[in-house]
């Protein structure tokens, strides 16, 4: 029998999907990139966009000739109001492999040389806006032991860098009397992991023992997923978020008196309900000031059976637009000023891909910032001394040092 596997969304779904990759494989499936005898697609529905994308590749799988057995999983197929259950032809609780004793644990992650592996499952917040901790349930943390396992098996097959990964990453331990400090120490110890990149946190799972950790670690990278949302105080407290601009602020503060190059990425929900022009001046005056090296910018949609699908003070998809562009523009120009203090630096990069079409291998720093390079592609795969050369406003540019 032959599988085809299709996922969107976040890293979760991703490490969900390698495992079942696993799963399959270990009892004789093979895969195949198109017209398996089975599709197994992984739906995400964090935004009406997350969907609507799912529900094409659905529809997408059902017109192939012969059609092959569909089954959906993931959040989409658990959210009732995604459109995906309308869809005629798919299975949802279809078990195709009846075995027990099927692996828990990924040792390896098709596609990439950097492994995402999943920690904790789950959202104890209540955001106004946020669908998902009605989907994935409460928080639920892995075990600490197997976690370190999977890690030693994904080094003993050549990764180097693992991403700690979670629907609420920094909850992980609380339900199992443990923490991720704990976690990060114990892999610091495994041999061939060079480098641990934690995801996404919530600013206010960060504490002092944290960034004394990112202090001290020779091997925890320098740079946070910051899940930020809205730089306004009313709007933060309308989405139900525990913090406000000023702690945020203030951790970035803190963090970077430790490191002044430490980098930031982050999230931003551009036209929440009540979001007018002074509420959205306060998130560009934030954004400016923090200076992210990326911003995922998200486009308000309500998600039925949130509190928030009930707000009025609606903002048109033009002006949503307006401030979508403006804030991208605002992230380039602050990206390109974050990667000009590496021009002519000495720098790590993890080559991930062989060379492009124009001849180009591509890795990333510690710092989460995107090189592309001359070179072999016997390069992949290793960590390796750039000089930076060239810096634009969208690509940053090495040579083999």
């Known amino acids: 029998m032959t599988i085809t596997f299709k996922t969107l969304g976040c890293k979760v779904n991703q490490y969900e999907t390698q495992l079942m990759r696993e799963q399959f494989a270990s009892v004789g499936w093979q895969e195949v990139k198109e ?15 997350a969907d609507r994308k799912s529900r094409h590749l659905i529809n997408s799988a059902l017109k192939l000739n012969p059609k ?19 869809i005629k032809g798919i299975n949802f609780k279809d078990r195709i492999i009846q075995e027990k004793n099927l692996p828990q644990t990924i040792s390896s992650f098709k596609g990439h040389n950097r492994a995402f592996i999943k920690i904790q499952n789950g959202c104890d917040n209540s955001c106004s806006f946020c669908i998902i901790p ?17 890690a030693k098996q994904l080094a003993n097959n ?6 700690l990964s979670g629907v609420n990453l920094g909850a992980y331990g609380k339900d199992i009397g443990t923490n991720l400090i704990d976690l990060i120490e114990k892999l610091e110890r495994i041999k061939g992991i060079e480098r641990i990149r934690l995801s996404s946190l919530n600013p206010q799972d960060i504490g002092q023992d944290l960034i ?17 949302q809205s730089g306004d105080d009313a709007i933060l407290k309308r989405m139900n978020r525990p913090y406000t601009s000023s702690d945020f602020l203030n951790l970035i503060e803190r963090i970077r008196k430790i490191d002044s190059s430490f980098s930031f990425t982050t999230d931003v929900l551009a036209g929440f309900p009540g979001e007018g022009e002074k509420e959205f001046l306060n998130t560009v005056k934030l954004v400016e000031k923090v200076g992210f090296t990326r911003t995922h910018i998200f486009s308000y949609s309500p998600r039925e059976g949130t509190k928030a699908a009930d707000f009025p003070l609606r903002i048109s998809s033009l002006e949503i637009k307006k401030r979508v562009n403006l804030l991208k523009e605002i992230t380039a120009e602050s990206s390109y000023n974050y990667r000009r203090k590496f021009l002519n630096q000495d720098v790590k990069v993890l080559v991930e891909e062989k060379k492009d079409k124009d001849g180009y291998l591509k890795g990333y720093t510690e710092r989460y910032v995107k090189v592309l390079l001359k070179g072999n592609d016997e390069l992949k795969n290793k960590l390796i001394s750039v000089k930076i050369n060239k810096v634009d406003l969208e690509r940053t540019l090495g040579e083999v040092g």
Do not use: M, W
């Not at 398996?36 to 964090?46: A, E, K, P, R």
């Not at 089954?71 to 197929?77: L, N």
């Not at 009605?134 to 999977?150: A, C, F, H, T």
């Not at 050549?158 to 991403?163: A, D, G, L, S």
């Open 212 to 228: 004394t950790k990112f202090k001290n670690s020779e091997k925890l990278c320098p740079h946070l997923h910051l899940s930020l």
């Open 35 to 49: 017209k398996g005898d089975v599709y197994l697609i992984n739906t995400c529905s964090v935004t009406a966009t």
């Open 68 to 86: 092959p057995r569909i089954i959906v999983i993931g959040c989409g197929a658990s959210n009732r109001f995604s459109g995906i259950e309308k």
């Open 134 to 150: 009605y989907l994935r349930g409460r928080s639920r943390s892995r075990d600490l032991k197997q976690i370190v396992v999977e």
């Open 158 to 163: 050549r990764f180097k860098e693992i991403i």
